[in-house]
C-alpha cells in the first residue's frame, strides 16, 4: 500500500566543520572497508538470520542509518533504515553472497573527502562527513559502485550513515562507447558489403531481425511508447548494451512534445542538471534553452545515437503470453502522412515512457465551460494543448486559470505581448524564484561545473532514501524563503496563497506528494507583485461566453481562457495504453511503497516483461541506465 512521503530522520553526529586531513579520512575508511570484508565471511554460512548479522551490521552502520540498493543485491530499488532492516534484508535470500569485495576506487577525482552529509536546518548548518565512492565486485559477472556516507556515532568511532550500491554494468555487455565503441569499417573486403546507409535502413525498419525475434528470440526487440527524453535515454542504454529496440511515437517528428508547446517555453533547469547519457550539448548551449532547442537535440540525438525511432505510430493492442513470456504487438503506422501500414511483431518486453504529467486535466466541473466563445475560436482550452494561442496578442484579454510553471510562462508571454492578463488561483501554490533555486540548489548541492562530474553527481543523489531527500528539501525551501521574502510578502499582501510543501520540504516535498503546483518564477511574480498582471484568488463560479464570474462574484472579461489546470498523473496514461487488464496488476503506480521507493517507476511494475519509466531529465538519467540493466538481467536469465 503506498504512504504518504516519510517525515525527516534524526539529525547524525558528525563534525560541524569540514574534516581536512586527507591522511585521516583514509584511514578511517580503510578501517569501515575491513569490516566489510569481516562481514562478507558470513556468506559462507547457511540459512543464516538477521539476527545473527546485526552484531557485524552494527559496528558498521550508525542506528538512524540507510542502505539504499538499486538494482544490486536484488533486482529491485529498496531501501533499508535501520541496522535491523538492513540485516533482515541481507539475510532474506541470502543476498549478501552477492556481494563478493568492496574496493575504495582508484579513480583520482573519487578519492574520500569530507562533505555535507546531512543538511540540517539554520542556524546549525551542515553537518559534515565522510563522501566514499567504492568499487563493488557483484556475483554474475556483475560490477557495482558503491557510495558512502561515514558519520562520527556518539562514542567518536566512524560508521555509515548512507550507503547505496548500484549496479553499473554485467561484463560482456559494457555499452559499445569509449574504448569499446564500434569499429564500423573493417580491414579487408566484403562482396556486396552495404553502406551504413543501408545498413541503418534495414535496422531501422525492422526488415531483417524480427523474425528473429520471433523464432529464436534474438536478437531481443524491446517496444518502448513514447520518444521523449525517458523513453530515448532508456533506448540508447538498451542499443549500446546491444538490444535490439523500437521506439514508437505519436508525433510527426522526435521533439514535437517540446516544440508545440507555448511559444516562450524556456526549460527552467539549468544546463549542466539537463544533459543526456553519451552525447553532451554543445559547449555554446544557452544556460536555460528554449524549447525549439530541446526539442531539435533530441531529435538530433535520436539520430545521431542510431536509435530506431518510429515517428506517426501508435500501439494498437497488445497481447501477453505467459508461456512464452512474450508479448504479440500490432503498431500502427504513417496514418496522419496518408501512407498507414500496421505492423505485429512479437516482443520480450514492453516499456511505456508516456511522461510524469499523463494527459491534460480540464475542469469539467466548471458551469459554462463549453460556452465560451474565445477569440480565435478555439474556446476554453488547456496550457498543454495551447501551443502558440496559449499567449495573447496585444490589447487582448487573457485570464489564466492555474498558478504553477505553465501559468507563469504563458502569463508573461502574454503581458509581453502587450495583452491585458489575469491570473486564477484556487488553491495554494509553492513559490520560489528560478534564481533562488540556481544559486541554492544547484550550484551548491549538485552539477554544478566546479563540482564532481554528472554520474557522480546523479549517484549522490540517487543515493539518499526518500527521509534525508525530504530533510535536504527543508534546508533548501528555508534559504530559498529567505532569499525571496521580500517578494513573497508583496504577494502575499495580495492575497496570493502559499504553502512551503508537506512539513516545509518545498519543490522536493512537492513533486513526490504531487497535491499542490510550483512555480519556479523567471519574472511573472515580480509583475504581479506590481499589479501589472492581476491576480484573483478562489474558486469559480461559473463561465459565460466572453467572461469568467468567480465566486465572489467579480466578472473577468476575457478574450481567451487557457486553463493551465495540471494533469491526469502517469498512471492514467498506462491505463490508457495497456488496457485495465495489465493495469489492473500494477498496484499504485507512480506513488510511493513502504520504504519510500516509487511503485513500478523504473523498477519491477508488478506485470512481469512490462516496464515504466517516467520523470524530469535530471531525475531520469541514473535510473534510465538502471531500468536497461534489469531488462538485460532478465533476458540474461539472471532474474
Known amino acids: 500500500m503506498a504512504t504518504q512521503t516519510a517525515l525527516a530522520p534524526p539529525r547524525p553526529a558528525g563534525s560541524a566543520q569540514p574534516i581536512m586531513d586527507p591522511v585521516r579520512i583514509k584511514e578511517i575508511v580503510s578501517e569501515w572497508i575491513a569490516g566489510v570484508s569481516e562481514l562478507l565471511k558470513t556468506t559462507d554460512q547457511q540459512n543464516i538470520s538477521g539476527k545473527d548479522l546485526q552484531p557485524e551490521i552494527r559496528k558498521l552502520f550508525l542506528d538512524n542509518s540507510y542502505w539504499r540498493d538499486l538494482v544490486c543485491l536484488s533486482w529491485d530499488f529498496r531501501t533499508l533504515t535501520s541496522p535491523e532492516s538492513i540485516a ?27 562533505f555535507p552529509i546531512h543538511a540540517a536546518l539554520p542556524p546549525d548548518g551542515p553537518i559534515f562527513g565522510i563522501i566514499v565512492f567504492l568499487e563493488l565486485e557483484l556475483s554474475s559477472d556483475r560490477i557495482g559502485t558503491g557510495m558512502l556516507q561515514l558519520g562520527r556515532d556518539e562514542d567518536g568511532s566512524w560508521k555509515a550513515y548512507s550507503f547505496s550500491t548500484l549496479l553499473e554494468e554485467i561484463k560482456g555487455y559494457e555499452a559499445k562507447c569509449g574504448p569499446r565503441r564500434p569499429e564500423n569499417l573493417r580491414y579487408g573486403y566484403e562482396p556486396g558489403r552495404r553502406n551504413f546507409s543501408e545498413v541503418r535502413a534495414a535496422d ?14 534474438e536478437p531481443k526487440l524491446i517496444h518502448l511508447s513514447g520518444a521523449g527524453h525517458t523513453g530515448l535515454m532508456v533506448a540508447a542504454h538498451l542499443t549500446h548494451m546491444g538490444i535490439y529496440t523500437l521506439v514508437i511515437d505519436k508525433n510527426p517528428r522526435v521533439g514535437d512534445n517540446w516544440r508545440q508547446r507555448y511559444g516562450k517555453l524556456v526549460l527552467h533547469d539549468p544546463v549542466y542538471a539537463e544533459s543526456l547519457p553519451f552525447m553532451k550539448y554543445p559547449e555554446t548551449w544557452p544556460l536555460f534553452a528554449p524549447k525549439e532547442k530541446m526539442g531539435d537535440f533530441l531529435e538530433s540525438y535520436a539520430k545521431l545515437l542510431d536509435l530506431n525511432v518510429w515517428t506517426d505510430s501508435t500501439l494498437k493492442s497488445s497481447d501477453y503470453d505467459p508461456s512464452s513470456k512474450q508479448w504479440t504487438v500490432t503498431i500502427e503506422r504513417g496514418k496522419t502522412g496518408g501512407n498507414a501500414e500496421m505492423r505485429t511483431f512479437r516482443t520480450n518486453h514492453i516499456v511505456v515512457a508516456s ?109 539518499y532514501p526518500m527521509p534525508i531527500r525530504m530533510t535536504r528539501g527543508t534546508s533548501l525551501t528555508q534559504a530559498m524563503l529567505k532569499e525571496d521574502e521580500e517578494l513573497l510578502q508583496k504577494l502575499t499582501a ?83 495504453i495497456m488496457g485495465e487488464k495489465v493495469f489492473s496488476t500494477l498496484g499504485e503506480p507512480f506513488g510511493y511503497d513502504e520504504e519510500g521507493e516509487w511503485i513500478g517507476n523504473w523498477r519491477p511494475s508488478g506485470h512481469e516483461h512490462f516496464w515504466m519509466c517516467a520523470g524530469p531529465l535530471v531525475f531520469s538519467r541514473l535510473p534510465a541506465k538502471l531500468l536497461a540493466l534489469q531488462i538485460l538481467g532478465v533476458e540474461l536469465g539472471l532474474h
Open 88 to 114: 533482515n534484508y541481507l539475510a532474506e535470500e541470502n543476498r549478501l553472497q552477492h556481494l563478493k569485495a568492496v574496493r575504495l576506487d582508484d579513480n583520482p577525482a573519487h578519492q574520500p573527502r569530507d
Open 204 to 217: 531501422r525498419e525492422m526488415q531483417e531481425k524480427q523474425p528473429a525475434v520471433v523464432i529464436v528470440a
Open 355 to 463: 511522461g510524469l504529467d499523463g494527459q491534460p486535466r480540464l475542469p469539467t466541473t466548471i458551469p459554462g465551460l463549453a460556452s465560451f466563445k474565445s477569440k480565435n475560436g478555439s474556446g476554453v482550452i488547456h496550457s498543454a494543448l495551447a501551443g502558440e494561442a496559449a499567449v495573447a496578442g496585444p490589447g487582448e484579454k487573457i485570464v489564466v486559470v492555474g498558478m504553477g510553471n505553465s501559468a507563469i510562462d504563458i502569463a508573461q508571454g502574454s503581458w509581453e505581448n502587450g495583452a491585458e492578463v489575469t491570473m486564477i488561483q484556487r488553491g495554494p501554490s509553492y513559490f520560489f524564484r528560478r534564481d533562488s533555486l540556481v544559486k541554492h540548489g544547484f550550484m551548491t548541492a549538485y552539477w554544478h561545473q566546479t563540482l564532481l562530474p554528472e554520474h557522480e553527481m546523479d549517484m549522490i543523489m540517487w543515493a
Open 494 to 576: 495580495l492575497g496570493f496563497q502559499f504553502t512551503s510543501g508537506p512539513n516545509g520540504t518545498g519543490v522536493i516535498g512537492i513533486v513526490a506528494e504531487r497535491k499542490h503546483p510550483y512555480i519556479n518564477d523567471t519574472g511573472c511574480m515580480t509583475l504581479v507583485a506590481e499589479k501589472k498582471i492581476a491576480l484573483q484568488t478562489g474558486p469559480i463560479d461559473h463561465i459565460t461566453e466572453n467572461s469568467i464570474v468567480m465566486g465572489n462574484g467579480t466578472t473577468l472579461p476575457a478574450d481567451h481562457i487557457i486553463m493551465a489546470t495540471g494533469y491526469h498523473g502517469a498512471a492514467a496514461s498506462v491505463k490508457d
